[in-house]
C-alpha cells in the first residue's frame, strides 16, 4: 500500500517506518522535525521513503501529503505527560488541532483507512476491584495523601485498598493530564471523521514503549531512557513514589508491528486496540533491571511524587492478539538489556 506515515521522524515513528518498508509498503513520511524532540537536527529518511517537512496543523502540507496514499497512519504529536498546566495550549494544538486538520484533509481526498497512536493514560487509573464494592473507577490521589507516602488510590466508596485489574478496551475515559486529554479528543475526532466518512479508525493505546531511539534527557522523556542516562552518568536510577508503581513495558518494535497490523487489516469502522506485552512490571523492578544490566548502582527509592502520574497503569492486549494475530516477541529482561548496551 501507498501510505502517509506522520510522525516517522520520531522514536516510535522510525520503528513503525522500518516495519512498514519492510513489509513492502510505499511510504511517505510528514515530520516538522519540532525542535523540542529534534533539537534543529537534521534527519534525512531512509532510501525510498519521501520526506515533507511540515507540520500537520498545516492543511495545505496534509492535502499534499495524501496525493496518491491509500491509508494514513498518524503518530505525530506532542508526547510525554504534561509538565505543568502551562503545556495545555500546546498539547491541544499540536495534538487536538493536529489530528482535526489531518482528518479533514483525508475527507477532501477521499482516503478512508486511519491508524492512530493512542495511549493507556486515557484511561486514567482505570477500574480497581474493591473486596465490598467490586469493580471501581479508583479516586484520585489527593496531594496530601501523596506528600505523606500514601500512595495507592482508594476506593472512592470506602477507602480501602483495591486490587488490580488488566483493563480492557471498554474502560471508561478518564484522562488525567494535559496529554492523556489531548488523545482523548483524537480518539473523538478520529471516530466522529468515521462515522461521517465511512472510513475506519484504529486506536493503537501505546503502554509504556521502551528501546533504541528513546528520547532522552527531555521533561518528556519516559523513565526507562531517564534510568539509562542516569546510570550512564554512574548515577543511581531516581524511583518515584515506593517504586511499587505498575506499568506493562512493551518493546518499541513490538508496538510497530502491532501498528502495521492495524493499518493492514483493520478496515471496519472504528477499534481500539490495546497494545502492551501483557505482564505488568513495577517501575522499581525496570530500574532494577537496567542497574543490573549496566552493572550500574541499585536504585534509589525517593519518595518524590508527580501530580498528573496515574499509580497504575496495565492493559488487556488480548484483543490484539486475537483479532489481528499479533503477538509480542521481545521478552522484557531481553528488551532492557537490549536498550542498557544501545545507551551505553
Ligand atoms: C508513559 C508515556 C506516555 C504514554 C504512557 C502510556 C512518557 C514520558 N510518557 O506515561 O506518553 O501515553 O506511558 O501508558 O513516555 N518515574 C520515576 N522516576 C523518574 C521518572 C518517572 O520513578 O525519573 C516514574 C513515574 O512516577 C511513573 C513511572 O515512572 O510512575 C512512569 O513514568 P513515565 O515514563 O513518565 O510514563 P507514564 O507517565 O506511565
Known amino acids: 500500500m501507498r501510505v502517509l506515515l506522520t510522525g ?204 533504541p531511539g528513546m528520547p532522552r534527557d527531555t521533561p518528556y522523556a519516559g523513565v526507562a531512557a531517564i534510568f539509562t542516562s542516569a546510570l550512564r552518568a554512574g548515577k543511581a536510577p531516581r524511583v518515584f513514589e515506593d517504586g511499587g508503581q505498575r506499568r506493562d513495558f512493551v518493546h518499541v518494535r513490538d508496538v510497530a508491528a502491532a501498528t502495521v497490523a492495524a493499518c493492514e487489516q483493520h478496515t471496519n469502522g472504528v477499534a481500539a486496540f490495546n497494545v502492551g506485552s501483557g505482564t505488568p512490571r513495577t517501575v522499581g523492578e525496570m530500574a532494577r533491571a537496567l542497574s543490573a544490566a549496566l552493572s550500574g548502582p541499585e536504585p534509589e527509592v525517593t519518595g518524590q511524587y508527580r501530580l498528573g502520574d496515574v499509580r497504575h497503569i496495565t492493559a488487556d492486549s488480548s484483543a490484539l492478539r486475537e483479532r489481528l494475530g499479533w503477538q509480542p516477541q521481545v521478552r522484557f529482561e531481553d528488551g532492557m538489556a537490549e536498550l542498557a548496551r544501545a545507551s551505553a
Open 8 to 211: 516517522g521522524a520520531g522514536f516510535i515513528g522510525q520503528h513503525v517506518l522500518a516495519e512498514l518498508v519492510s513489509r513492502g509498503h510505499s511510504v511517505r513520511v510528514l515530520d516538522s522535525l519540532r525542535a523540542d524532540v529534534h533539537r534543529g537536527k537534521p534527519w534525512t529518511p531512509p532510501e525510498g521513503v519521501e520526506l515533507i517537512t511540515a507540520d500537520v496543523r498545516e492543511a495545505e502540507a496534509c492535502d499534499r501529503a495524501l496525493v496518491g496514499v491509500e491509508a494514513v497512519l498518524h503518530l505525530a504529536a506532542k508526547v510525554g505527560l504534561g509538565v505543568d498546566v502551562q503545556d495545555l495550549p500546546d498539547y491541544a494544538s499540536s495534538n487536538d488541532a493536529g489530528a482535526a486538520v489531518l482528518l479533514a484533509a483525508m475527507a477532501r481526498a477521499g482516503i478512508g483507512r486511519f491508524t492512530l497512536a493512542s495511549s493507556m493514560v486515557v484511561y486514567g487509573e482505570g477500574l480497581a476491584l474493591c473486596a465490598e464494592h467490586g469493580l471501581v473507577t479508583p479516586a484520585p490521589r489527593l496531594e496530601a495523601s501523596l506528600a505523606v507516602g500514601d500512595f495507592e488510590p482508594p476506593c472512592p466508596h470506602c477507602g480501602k485498598p483495591l486490587g488490580v485489574r488488566l483493563v480492557g478496551e471498554d474502560t471508561p475515559f478518564d484522562p488525567r493530564n494535559a496529554y492523556a486529554s489531548s488523545k482523548v479528543a483524537q480518539e473523538f475526532y478520529a471516530s466522529n471523521w468515521a462515522r461521517v466518512t465511512g472510513g475506519s479508525a484504529a486506536m493503537m493505546r501505546y503502554h509504556n514503549v521502551y528501546g
